[in-house]
């Protein structure tokens, strides 16, 4: 049992270390739409590959949204985070919106997403954002400790409401 351990221990720091962090570029879209689709179908969404294709496209040509992607030492895409620019009337500053984050299951528990997320921290001080906001599912236990260990506060204060069409 100790030696399986050890194992994933070891297995769990070579994924890390073979791990580049860097922004998505348009020559990466094919690749990050099949994670994209298994991000969807996790949140219970259709499997909708070539619309993934075509929404990943649009947001990185219009520059409507920044993502950054963790790429193995195989050129393999295994996690991403996507932000989208937002502002604040109060702060008059910017804000970030980290919308998305996803990494492949094969790769989960390797501090990838810890990873990821000082990418986005680092890209929000180069970007002079005053905050950098998120929302996840009071039941996401996975994420509310991810974040938690990630400096981020959670907001206790106010209601978040949804209006749709």
């Given at each position: 049992m100790a030696s399986e351990y050890s194992r994933r221990k070891v297995l769990s720091a070579y994924k890390i270390t073979c791990m580049i962090i860097r922004k998505c570029i348009e020559e990466d879209i094919v690749q990050l739409s099949l994670l994209f689709d298994q991000y969807r179908v996790f949140y219970k969404k259709n499997s909708d590959i070539e619309g993934a294709t075509f929404f990943l496209r649009t947001l990185i040509l219009y520059n409507a949204s920044t993502i950054f992607i963790a790429v193995n030492s195989s050129n393999i895409i295994?996690?991403?985070?996507?932000?989208?620019?937002?502002?604040?009337?109060?702060?008059?500053?910017?804000?970030?919106?980290?919308?998305?984050?996803?990494?492949?299951?094969?790769?989960?528990?390797?501090?990838?997403?810890?990873?990821?997320?000082?990418?986005?921290?680092?890209?929000?001080?180069?970007?002079?954002?005053?905050?950098?906001?998120?929302?996840?599912?009071?039941?996401?236990?996975?994420?509310?400790?991810?974040?938690?260990?990630?400096?981020?506060?959670?907001?206790?204060?106010h209601n978040y409401y949804e209006w749709a069409p």
């Amino acid at each position: 049992m100790a030696s399986e351990y050890s194992r994933r221990k070891v297995l769990s720091a070579y994924k890390i270390t073979c791990m580049i962090i860097r922004k998505c570029i348009e020559e990466d879209i094919v690749q990050l739409s099949l994670l994209f689709d298994q991000y969807r179908v996790f949140y219970k969404k259709n499997s909708d590959i070539e619309g993934a294709t075509f929404f990943l496209r649009t947001l990185i040509l219009y520059n409507a949204s920044t993502i950054f992607i963790a790429v193995n030492s195989s050129n393999i895409i295994t996690g991403f985070v996507q932000l989208y620019p937002l502002y604040s009337s109060t702060r008059m500053k910017p804000l970030l919106l980290l919308n998305d984050l996803f990494v492949s299951p094969d790769y989960r528990g390797t501090g990838i997403s810890k990873l990821l997320i000082e990418a986005v921290k680092k890209h929000c001080v180069e970007v002079s954002s005053c905050a950098l906001i998120l929302e996840t599912a009071k039941n996401n236990i996975a994420a509310n400790s991810l974040y938690k260990s990630t400096s981020f506060l959670l907001d206790e204060e106010h209601n978040y409401y949804e209006w749709a069409p």
